[in-house]
C-alpha cells in the first residue's frame, strides 16, 4: 500500500507542476504517465495490472477516449509478438533451447575467459529469439555451477544478464521497445525495416559489444578450472526434430521475403502473419509440439505493456504534448548530427536505469519523433537510436530484467553492477552512436 500511495503522490505533484507549462489535459495525462512509471518501477501492482490502467484513467479524466485507446491493445504488430512467443514456448516444451546452448557452449575454451565469451554470446544468441528473462533464468544456474570461485561467479553471472540485454536488440522480436518502434513507425506511416533488414543493421552493434563487454569482464580474472565440463547435447525426440524444420523454413522465408520487398513487393508477405502463421502451426494434428493449455505460459502481462506503451504514444500526440516538449528541445536542433544522435542515446541510455525500457520508450519516440519534424531531421534515424539504447542499461537491477534476476542470486553487489555497468553504458552509447552515424542514417536518408 505503501508503495501505491508514494506513485500516486507522485502523479499528483507530476500534474500539479507541469500544470503551470502545460494545458490542463497535457498536465493530467504527465501526471497519470508519472504514476504508471512509479507503479511499473516499484510493482506495487501487477504488470499487467498497470498496463490496462490506460483503458480506465485516460478516459475518465478526459485525456483520450475510450474509442482512442483501446484500439492500442490490439496492433497488428502485436500479433508478431504473439507469434513469437508460441515459438519460444515450443523451444521450451521441447527443450531445443537447451540444445541449442550447449552447442554454443562447447564451441569455446574451458576457461575463465571462454566461459565468459561462451555465457554472454549463447545468452545474446537466445535472447535475439527467446524472452532475454527466460534465457536469463536458464542460463544463470550453470553460470553458477561452474566456478566456486566468487569473483568469477560474479563475471559468469554478469556475462550473462549483459548477454541477454545485448542480443535482445538483434531482432524486431528481441526486446519489447523494438515492437513499439514497430508499431509506432506503422501509426505515423513511416518505413519499418523488415525482419532481415533490422538484423543487418543492429548486426554491427550486437558483435561490437558481445566481443568487447566480455573482453572487459575477463580482463581482471584469472583462469581456473571450471567445476564442470560442458556437455554438448543433440537432437532426439521427434518434437525436436520438427521445430527445428519449422524455425529453418521461417528463417528461410524471413530471407526469402527481405529480398521479395524491395524487387517485387506484390508477393511480399506480411511478416506479422509470417510469424503468427508458423506460430499457429505447432498446434497442427500432425505437428502436435504445442497444446492450447501451453498457452498458458503465454506472457499476456507483456502483450498488455504494448498496447499501454502504445496508447501512452498515442496520447502525447493527440493531446499535442509530445510537440510541446519537442518545442523546449530547439536548442539542440543546431547542433551536428552526431553529437545529437549522442546525447539522445546517452539520454535514453541513462534515463533507462530508473524505469521500464518499455515505458520509457513509449514516452520518448512522440517526443523525438515530433523533435526531428521540427528541427527539419530525418525523424526515423532518431527513432531508431532512441530505440536500442533504451535496451543498453547495464547498471541497476530495475534497468532490465536480466539485470533483476542475476541479483537475485544474493552473490552481486549493487555497488558492483553499477561499477561495471557505467562503464557498459558509455561503451554502448558510442557504438549506437557510430552506427547510427556511420549506417543508420544512409539506410534511413
Same mark, same amino acid.
Given at each position: 500500500m505503501q508503495k501505491l500511495s508514494i506513485a500516486i503522490g507522485l502523479g499528483l505533484l507530476s500534474f500539479a507542476l507541469s500544470a503551470y507549462v502545460f494545458d490542463m489535459t497535457q498536465a493530467k495525462l504527465l501526471g497519470s504517465v508519472v504514476f504508471l512509471v512509479s507503479l511499473w518501477s516499484s510493482e506495487a501492482l501487477p504488470l499487467g495490472v498497470v498496463s490496462l490502467l490506460p483503458l480506465l484513467l485516460f478516459p475518465?479524466? +478526459?485525456?483520450?477516449?475510450?474509442?482512442?485507446?483501446?484500439?492500442?491493445?490490439?496492433?497488428?504488430?502485436?500479433?508478431?509478438?504473439?507469434? +513469437?512467443?508460441?515459438?519460444?514456448? &515450443?523451444?521450451?516444451?521441447?527443450?531445443?533451447?537447451?540444445?541449442?546452448?550447449?552447442? !554454443?557452449? &562447447?564451441?569455446?575454451?574451458?576457461? %575463465? /575467459?571462454?566461459?565468459?565469451?561462451? #555465457?554472454a554470446i549463447t545468452s545474446a544468441t537466445l535472447s535475439a529469439f527467446l524472452s532475454n528473462t527466460t534465457v536469463t533464468i536458464m542460463?544463470?544456474?550453470?553460470?553458477?555451477? #561452474?566456478?566456486?570461485?566468487? /569473483? !568469477?561467479?560474479? /563475471?559468469? !553471472?554478469? %556475462?550473462?544478464?549483459? +548477454? %541477454?540485454?545485448? =542480443? =535482445?536488440?538483434?531482432?524486431?522480436?528481441? @526486446?519489447?521497445?523494438n515492437l513499439i518502434l514497430l508499431g509506432f513507425l506503422e501509426e505515423v506511416g513511416g518505413r519499418a525495416p523488415t525482419f532481415l533488414e533490422w538484423m543487418m543493421l543492429t548486426a554491427p552493434v550486437v558483435v561490437t559489444m558481445i566481443l568487447v563487454v566480455p573482453w572487459l569482464l575477463s580482463r581482471s580474472v584469472k583462469d581456473e578450472p571450471i567445476a564442470c565440463e560442458i556437455k554438448e547435447c543433440s537432437l532426439q525426440t521427434r518434437e525436436q526434430r520438427i521445430l527445428s524444420l519449422i524455425l529453418l523454413a521461417l528463417v528461410a522465408l524471413l530471407v526469402l521475403n527481405a529480398f521479395l520487398k524491395p524487387l517485387a513487393p506484390q508477393y511480399a508477405l506480411d511478416e506479422k502473419l509470417l510469424l503468427l502463421g508458423f506460430g499457429l502451426i505447432l498446434f497442427l494434428p500432425n505437428v502436435a509440439i504445442l497444446e492450447w493449455s501451453d498457452t498458458k505460459e503465454m506472457p499476456y502481462e507483456i502483450v498488455f505493456l504494448f498496447g499501454a506503451g502504445f496508447a501512452i504514444a498515442t496520447a502525447f500526440i493527440k493531446t499535442g504534448l509530445a510537440s510541446a516538449i519537442a518545442g523546449y528541445f530547439g536548442a539542440f536542433a543546431h547542433l551536428p548530427l552526431a553529437v545529437l544522435l549522442?546525447? $539522445?542515446?546517452?539520454?535514453?541510455?541513462?534515463? @533507462?536505469?530508473?524505469?521500464?525500457?518499455?515505458?520509457?520508450?513509449?514516452?520518448?519516440?512522440?517526443?523525438f519523433y515530433e523533435f526531428a519534424k521540427r528541427s527539419g531531421i530525418d525523424e526515423q534515424i532518431i527513432l531508431f537510436t532512441a530505440t536500442i539504447a533504451a535496451s543498453y542499461a547495464f547498471m541497476l537491477p530495475i534497468a532490465t530484467p536480466p539485470n533483476a534476476i542475476i541479483m537475485s542470486s544474493r552473490v552481486i553487489k549493487?555497488?558492483?553492477?553499477?561499477?561495471? =555497468?557505467?562503464? $557498459?553504458?558509455?561503451? +554502448?552509447v558510442v557504438v549506437v552512436t557510430l552506427c547510427a552515424v556511420g549506417i543508420w542514417r544512409y539506410y534511413f536518408g
Open positions: 475518465a479524466l +478526459g485525456i483520450v477516449d475510450l474509442k482512442g485507446v483501446a484500439p492500442n491493445y490490439s496492433k497488428p504488430i502485436i500479433f508478431l509478438f504473439i507469434g +513469437g512467443f508460441l515459438l519460444a514456448i &515450443a523451444m521450451q516444451k521441447t527443450k531445443l533451447h537447451e540444445i541449442i546452448a550447449s552447442k !554454443l557452449m &562447447a564451441l569455446f575454451p574451458q576457461s %575463465a /575467459r571462454g566461459i565468459i565469451y561462451a #555465457l542460463l544463470m544456474p550453470i553460470a553458477m555451477f #561452474l566456478t566456486q570461485n566468487i /569473483r !568469477l561467479k560474479i /563475471r559468469y !553471472l554478469i %556475462a550473462t544478464a549483459y +548477454g %541477454a540485454s545485448i =542480443g =535482445g536488440i538483434f531482432t524486431p522480436i528481441g @526486446t519489447p521497445p549522442f546525447l $539522445v542515446a546517452l539520454f535514453v541510455s541513462f534515463s @533507462t536505469e530508473i524505469t521500464s525500457n518499455t515505458a520509457l520508450t513509449s514516452i520518448s519516440l512522440p517526443i549493487i555497488k558492483e553492477m553499477a561499477k561495471i =555497468g557505467f562503464v $557498459v553504458n558509455l561503451l +554502448g
